[in-house]
Structure formats: structure tokens, C-alpha cells
């Protein structure tokens, strides 16, 4: 099994940043993907951003040039840089993890990022 825990979510105005972190305990693989997804109300879970343990990243075209995605892996860490926000960011972000060769997804229970306009 594998714990994820995310911190960092808050109310900002539009234009503001925020950082997310998740930090992953548990039974870890070297080789794993840890990410974001976001789920605004009404709206399907999408993905935001991912990155794999050897530094491979990618991003929504949503968010290119706006958020950053980075880890630390002796911390089994990753964080999200959110910049220059929108309202339309507005969501509540999951965390996640993917081992290598496994087609589950372990998630964290979500933090509320909200942008005011």
C-alpha cells in the first residue's frame, strides 16, 4: 500500500500562485510516476501534470508556462507550482502514484485550490 498526504491548497486571487506538495510513504517502487489531477464541480477528474522518477514530465496544454511540476525522490515528494492562477483552476487537486508495471493509481484525498476573480 502507499500513503499520500498533499498540503498547500487555499483560497488566492487571480493572478496569485500557490505550491501543492504530496509526499508518498508506503511501498514505493524506484521506478513510479507521481502527478496531479484536478476535479472541478460538475466536471470530470483531468489530468494536470505528471512526472516520472527519472525526471520525464508533462503537463495539460491548460497549464504549460503557467504551473511546473518537480520531485524529490530521496523525500518521495512532488510538488506543483501553480503561477499566474485563474478562476477556471478552481478545483480540488488529487495527488498520485503509479508503480512501474502496475496499472493502479494510489491518491491522496484531495486539497481545495480556489481562485477568485
Known amino acids: 500500500q502507499v500513503q499520500l498526504v498533499e498540503s498547500g491548497g487555499g483560497l488566492v486571487q487571480a493572478g496569485g500562485s500557490l505550491r501543492l506538495s504530496c509526499a508518498a510513504s508506503?511501498?514505493?517502487?524506484?521506478?513510479?510516476?507521481m502527478g496531479w489531477y484536478r476535479q472541478a464541480p460538475g466536471k470530470q477528474r483531468e489530468l494536470v501534470a505528471y512526472?516520472?522518477?527519472?525526471?520525464?514530465?508533462n503537463l495539460a496544454d491548460s497549464v504549460k508556462g503557467r504551473f511546473t511540476i518537480s520531485r524529490d525522490n530521496a523525500l518521495n515528494t512532488v510538488y506543483l507550482q501553480m503561477n499566474s492562477l485563474k478562476p477556471e483552476d478552481t478545483a480540488v487537486y488529487y495527488c498520485?502514484?503509479?508503480?512501474?508495471?502496475?496499472?493502479?493509481?494510489?491518491w491522496g484525498r484531495g486539497t481545495q485550490v480556489t481562485v477568485s476573480s
Open positions: 512526472i516520472t522518477s527519472s525526471g520525464d514530465i
Open positions: 508506503g511501498s514505493i517502487f524506484r521506478v513510479n510516476v
Open positions: 498520485y502514484l503509479q508503480n512501474a508495471g502496475r496499472g493502479d493509481k494510489y
